[in-house]
């Protein structure tokens, strides 16, 4: 199969889906020390500026936006199904897009209010700049690193993208868009949530293509 559960993501994915769980209890009583880190973090941040770090970190989280990123799950999900991979390349775009919706829910049923002097809009928990990026970087581990033929090139793009979701993490808590536990509960969420669709994938894609007549001659 094209998307196979690399040995180490399944339990990765049940520690993501733990530390997210644990997150979301925390948050939503309001338990006192994760309010408190999370207030002093996000001021110790906020204050620490450099010359052009304003610049540089508006950048990273731009180019870690929702938008930006279902940007990379389209160009993804189009350069598989112009290599005749249809459905890994549906699985993409669904991964992708019920994330989304999922972490939206939980905004929602959270309801939590974003750190003050904020620029953007909504709610704060989970983040969706760091819950899209990681379902991107965790496809990207799934799908992509696996393909590539040299083994350096594997190292050095597997850290290159890991380096980003780490600059991300940063740059919307110095931004003050969000606090760090919604920050590493959006990043543990999207790294739960492909998990969750490479399990998926690995029970129903045969299914697919075989009932699916449009789909027999693809490969998966």
């Known amino acids: 199969m094209i998307v196979r559960m690399p040995k180490y993501l399944k339990k990765t994915g049940l520690i993501s889906a733990g530390i997210f769980l644990l997150l979301l209890i ?18 110790l941040l906020g204050d620490d500026s450099f010359s052009f770090g304003d610049a540089f970190m508006t950048i990273i989280s731009a180019l870690g936006s929702p938008l930006a990123t279902f940007i990379y ?31 939206q829910i939980f905004k929602v049923a959270v309801g939590r209010a ?5 620029l ?9 700049h760091t819950l899209t990026t990681f379902i991107i970087i965790t496809i990207i581990f799934v799908l992509i690193l696996p393909n590539l033929s040299s083994p350096s090139l594997q190292l050095w793009f597997g850290w290159g ?7 991300l ?17 959006g990043a543990a969420f999207g790294i739960a949530w492909v998990t969750l669709w490479v399990w998926l994938y690995e029970k129903y894609a045969k299914l697919l293509h075989d009932k699916i007549a449009a789909l027999q001659y693809d490969a998966i």
């Open 26 to 43: 925390l948050v939503g009583i309001k338990f006192g020390i994760t309010i408190s880190i999370d207030k002093w973090l996000t001021s």
């Open 73 to 103: 799950a389209v160009v993804i999900a189009g350069l598989l199904y112009f290599s005749n991979l249809r459905i890994p390349a549906i699985w993409v775009l669904a991964t992708y897009i019920t994330g989304l919706a999922a972490g």
């Open 120 to 128: 953007a809009s909504g709610y704060a928990f989970p983040s969706n």
């Open 169 to 185: 993490l940063e740059a919307v808590m110095y931004l003050q868009d969000h606090y760090l536990s919604d920050v590493i509960a």
């Open 161 to 167: 993208t890991l380096t980003f979701g780490l600059l």
């Open 114 to 118: 974003r750190p003050l002097g904020h």
